[in-house]
């Protein structure tokens, strides 16, 4: 029997809580009842059971929320899910990537190789090393001297026979090469697959890329279509991030890619298209790779032709707000779909350097007037990578997607921040071309992308070409808040030379002290390793100096601002000292450092003639 | 004459082991009111319930089903008591086990058991405070 009303605690969430909760709740309300709470009276045993089965739905509870919070959660599955709710796009298996040498022997004519026997390798082609599937993406064609992003690639050696004559050129191209094989997955659309947001899943769980997905009219398709259905506009569903995205940027057939707004280079012109045949991708927690399409129906989208002209009934009118295209197009009915894509990757994807020796599937074009000298040049070919493959990974860790979730929720997919900016710039696909070095900053309350690019002489160019900047200007149109203002402009070069005094020890080879002198400097001055609105501090330098052999002191390190006359025509912000000397302004170094500023970035133009080395003795000192 | 007689009320002390109804007062469970019966229901549940069964008290409990099986030596035998002792040593240590005895084939009354059936007798007693007493349990497997 009862004999007083003990607030129960419902805050209590352990075993023992609970369990001390429930014997003070039975001694204070059943004492005559029950006195005995050892281990082994039947009373513990069930006062137990209820302590543990509380204790076990607390911890459930406190599971469940964690797997709900980003930061706590542990099952991949769980974490994945939260991501893509919150927007961000997870990436499966990263595939490596490396540079090969595609190399062929051309003819010679005259004193180069005959222009009609330098082949194109067609876009898709494959090398082979260590069991790995290499993929070109851009025609490679042995007639143009640069790349597809515009870099200079091509080596010509002339090959002599015994004789001092000149029997064939090996033309060398250095291309980029990405891991992945490519696959083509079909599959007939019938009404059970034609319905709002249709989920299609790959067999393949290391997907890396979706390289084009289109639909066909028809069910009857024998083999995989041509390449130029996966180019085609009218058939492509596009990938997007978010169903909700309403436009893409896509190669512009008519944004004037010509040879004066490109300079010379294969670089597309880029464009923002709206979309409704488009799909989201997601991987699950082992890696497969599942398509999802859009829940509308195109056919009867009368809004796109007009709502008023069309005069809908009221069933058409809640079709089309029903199966408006906002969040995409199904697939139709007696369509074929097929995805085309990329397997491979992951850290096994990164290989030794010279590995890639073998040629997969490829397609090399000679169109000389000669068969046999075709043939030569086909059969001439040769693959060999000089550097390691790199960059493979196995997707992103669970605490990885955790930290970049924050990141890209806070980002939104917008630029806020002027790094927002920079970053966009640098996910502009490839092939609408990238900068060699760029920096964003704000300047009279508008923001500033400086480029520079880098000239086939491997020298800084600030002359970028039209395109490139258009190019930006566009892409970044889709992600700049409305009231900013983008300003795509080239940044400045300034050329710096040097004059270095040095007390040298007398029994170490001058012309190696001055060799080794010009190649720190030059080394310290490398534009592969500089960006742009970084300082020089000197002092670093100075060290350096002073550790190459036979260096036993600096007596004195002049810098000078090279301007005009085959330099840049940029001049620095810091002072000069006195006039025009050694062809340039000896600069005001100022905490032994030269102050870059937001759109610049420095550079030795010409090492061997911009680094002057004076070397005295102790006997040419005066003590 | 009223008032003389009065109706002696105790103090149930736990709940019997194996759990009953009790009809007569319409309570869900019989209760012991006195020490020894309480004891020898503690000292049941405690040696027929198995190690980890007993929610967060994996100690709890014995081994015994586990030699069931075993051969059927002096070995086994003392095996069996050395887990009894131990077990009712640290659950219920005012409780001291006198004596413990096997019987595989007939009862202490030479009534025939089944085949596979183990019973063992145990001699207890136990004190508390001034008063003590002993009694025994048999449990059957």
């Known amino acids: ?46 006062i137990d059971i209820n302590a543990g089965v509380g204790n076990n739905l607390s911890i459930n509870t406190d599971r469940a929320f964690q797997e709900t919070q980003i930061d706590y959660a542990q099952q991949s599955a769980n974490i994945l899910q939260i991501a893509r709710t919150l927007g961000f796009n997870i990436p499966g298996n990263r595939a490596s990537v490396t540079v090969v040498d595609f190399t062929v022997q051309v003819p010679p004519r005259g004193d180069r190789p005959d222009p009609q026997y330098l082949p194109t390798l067609s876009s898709g082609a494959q090398v082979v090393g260590s069991g790995k599937i290499f993929q070109t993406s851009n ?36 291309e980029v090469v990405v891991n992945g094989a490519t696959n083509v997955f079909k599959k007939i659309i019938t009404a059970t697959e034609s319905v709002p947001f249709y989920e299609l899943t790959l067999p393949d769980n290391n997907v890396i890329q979706i390289l ?56 597309k012109a880029g464009m923002w298209i709206d979309v409704t045949k488009k799909f989201v991708k997601e991987f699950d927690s082992n890696g497969f790779c599942t398509l999802i399409f859009g829940g509308g129906n195109g056919q009867l989208d009368i809004f796109l032709d007009g709502f008023a002209k069309a005069g809908v ?59 046999d000298f075709n043939n030569a040049v086909t059969k001439s070919l040769t693959v060999n990578n000089p550097i390691a493959a790199i960059g493979g990974n196995d997707g992103l860790s669970i605490d990885q997607v955790r930290n970049l979730v924050r990141y890209n929720f806070s980002a939104q997919g917008r630029n806020v921040t002027v790094n927002d900016y920079l970053f966009q710039v640098f996910k502009m696909p490839g092939k609408y071309g990238s900068p060699f070095r760029a920096n964003a900053f704000k300047e009279n309350n508008k923001i500033v992308i400086s480029i520079l690019g880098i000239g086939s002489d491997g020298k800084l160019d600030n002359t970028s070409n039209t395109l490139l900047k258009q190019n930006i200007a566009e ?19 300034f050329n710096l030379s040097f004059s270095i005094d040095l007390y ?9 002290i001055a060799n080794n002198v010009i190649n720190t400097v030059s080394a310290y001055f490398d534009i592969t390793k500089e960006h742009m609105n970084q300082d020089i501090m000197l002092g670093d330098l100075y060290k350096s100096i002073n550790e190459i052999n036979g260096v036993n ?26 006039t025009i000397t050694n062809g340039g302004y000896e600069i005001q170094l100022v905490n032994n450092t030269i102050y870059s500023v937001e759109d610049s970035m420095f550079e030795i133009k010409y090492p061997n003639r911009d680094i002057e080395v004076l070397l005295r003795k102790k006997t040419d000192l005066f003590v | 004459m009223k008032g003389i007689y009065k109706k002696l009320s105790m103090k149930s002390i736990n709940i019997q082991f194996p759990i009953k109804d009790d009809p007569a007062t319409n309570n869900l469970f019989l209760l012991n009111y006195i020490t020894k019966d309480a004891l020898v229901s503690d000292l049941q549940l405690l040696l027929y319930t198995k190690k980890g069964q007993r929610y967060y008290m994996p100690d709890y409990g014995t081994n015994i089903e586990k030699f069931l099986f075993d051969p059927e030596t002096k070995d086994t035998e003392n095996k069996i008591i050395a887990d009894i002792r131990e077990s009712v040593r640290t ?40 008063f003590s007493d002993s009694g025994t349990i048999v449990l059957s497997f």
């Open chain 1, 139 to 174: 025609i490679i064609d042995w007639n143009s001297e640069f790349s597809s992003l515009g870099d200079p690639n091509r080596t010509i050696i002339p090959l002599y026979d015994g004789n001092g004559i000149i029997q064939a050129y090996s033309v060398t191209k250095r």
């Open chain 1, 313 to 371: 009934t009221n069933q058409q009118f809640l079709n089309n707000y029903l199966l408006n295209t906002s969040l995409g197009e199904m697939i139709p009915v007696g369509y074929t779909l097929f995805v085309q894509y990329t397997t491979g990757g992951g850290s096994s994807s990164n290989i030794g350097a010279n590995t890639i020796t073998a040629l997969g599937n490829v397609q090399l074009n000679v169109n000389g007037s000669r068969a």
């Open chain 1, 1 to 46: 029997m009862a004999t007083t009303n003990t607030p129960v605690p419902y805050s209590d969430r352990t075993f023992s809580q609970i369990r001390a909760d429930l014997i003070a709740q039975i001694q204070t309300s059943y004492p005559d009842t029950f006195q005995d709470f050892t281990d082994s009276s039947v009373g513990s045993l069930l």
């Open chain 1, 212 to 267: 084009s997905v289109i639909a066909l009219a028809g069910t009857n398709f024998a083999g995989n279509p041509p390449e130029s259905e996966f180019l085609d506009p009218n058939n492509i569903y596009y990938e997007v991030d978010y169903l909700a995205q309403q436009t893409v940027f896509v190669e512009d057939p008519n944004g004037g890619s010509n040879p004066s707004t490109t300079g010379n280079t294969s670089m």
């Open chain 1, 504 to 512: 040298v020890m007398d029994s170490v080879n001058q012309a190696d």
């Open chain 1, 553 to 578: 002191n600096i007596l004195n390190l002049a810098v000078f601002n090279k301007i005009g006359n085959g330099y840049s025509v940029n001049q620095l912000r810091q002072p000069y000292v006195g």
């Open chain 2, 91 to 130: 659950y219920m240590p005012e409780v001291t086990i006198n004596s413990v005895a096997f019987y595989t084939n007939q009862d202490v009354g030479y009534n025939d058991l089944q085949d596979n059936e183990l019973r063992i007798s145990i001699d207890f007693t136990y004190s508390s405070d001034v």
């Open chain 1, 475 to 493: 892409y970044l149109s889709g992600y700049r808040m409305v009231n900013d203002y983008v300003e795509i402009r080239d940044g400045e070069i």
